[in-house]
């Protein structure tokens, strides 16, 4: 029997080409997860990322085979990322940057019924949009304290109705969506990059900017401080580094004189004790 052969389109081919090319020629290859992004979020992100990236949303198979005949061995490390619903981005940016990119282009989504709360989720207090009627007894059986005030709704005071990592459950989605709160963040989750110049793979690139930044400084905090313990002198503590040796050699001074007055008046005591032995004899002296 022969081998049997598989059966490529030439439109399959052509896909698989273009694929091939931006491989060998971008800097950066991002796979990322598209995973329950609806259609109109997913065009505004690609809108966005205009001049920035190529995105493409090729099956699987074909990103695989791309893959393949790139002809870059440390390419096909990406191949265990490409899953379903996976995008693959072609960018000239830095493999970090352009994840931080995606990160930011997050867009606020809906509450579903059954998804898990990735924090508490508060219905703040203040006025609404929601006239009298069911809307009453729905924020009543939430537990939400309410008042009319003007023909509308009102919340008294912020609750907290779905704890973080629990349930969302039906009437808290729906009433969430009244309310025009939207607890969660959907977008493109960056997997894996590979970078082109450096041969490198990058995986769970996953980076949050505003705590990456935190972190840096927290962690310059403390090396700034390390490095006045151990006297370490560059131009950033020279002038800390100065006032230390200032507060020392003040406290220094401090030490010195005071132990100059001790010694002082030890001599005292004993000058002052000799004159007191000489009168005790001398009064010894007349007695007799």
Do not use: C, W
């Not at 399959?12 to 273009?18: F, M, Q, R």
């Not at 009244?178 to 082109?196: N, Q, R, T, W």
């Amino acid at each position: 029997m022969g081998q049997k052969t598989t059966h490529v389109s030439e439109k399959k081919k052509v896909v698989v080409s273009e694929l091939v090319d931006l491989i060998n020629n971008k800097k950066t290859i991002l796979v990322a997860s598209i995973k329950s992004i609806p259609s109109s979020q997913y065009q505004e992100i690609v809108k966005r990322l205009r001049g920035k990236a190529i995105v493409k949303v090729p099956k699987k198979g074909i990103i695989l085979r791309a893959l393949d005949n790139s002809g870059i061995e440390e390419a096909k490390k990406l191949k265990s990322q490409i899953k379903e619903s996976t995008a693959i981005l072609f960018s000239d940016s830095d493999s970090f940057d352009l994840a931080a990119e995606l990160i930011s282009k997050k867009s606020p989504a809906k509450a579903k019924p059954g998804q898990e709360a990735p924090s508490d989720i508060e219905v703040p207090a203040g006025p609404t949009d929601l006239v009298p009627g069911p809307a009453i007894s729905e924020l009543g059986a939430l537990g939400i304290p309410i008042q009319i005030e003007k023909g509308k709704i009102t919340i008294k005071e912020p609750k907290v109705i779905v704890k973080a990592g629990e349930k969302i459950s039906k009437p808290a989605a729906e009433m969430m969506t009244k309310l025009g709160i939207k607890p969660f963040l959907i977008g493109f989750i960056p997997l894996a990059a590979f970078d082109s110049k450096e041969r490198k793979i990058y995986i769970n690139i996953h980076i949050d900017k505003e705590e990456t930044i935190k972190e840096l400084k927290e962690s310059f905090s403390k090396a700034l401080g390390f490095a006045i313990n151990i006297s370490y002198t560059s131009s950033d503590t020279i002038k800390l580094l100065l006032q230390k040796a200032g507060m020392h050699e003040r406290a220094l001074e401090k030490f010195v004189n005071k132990k100059d007055s001790i010694h002082e008046g030890s001599n005292d005591k004993k000058d002052g004790s000799g004159d007191l032995n000489n009168q005790l004899n001398q009064i010894q002296e007349n007695q007799k």
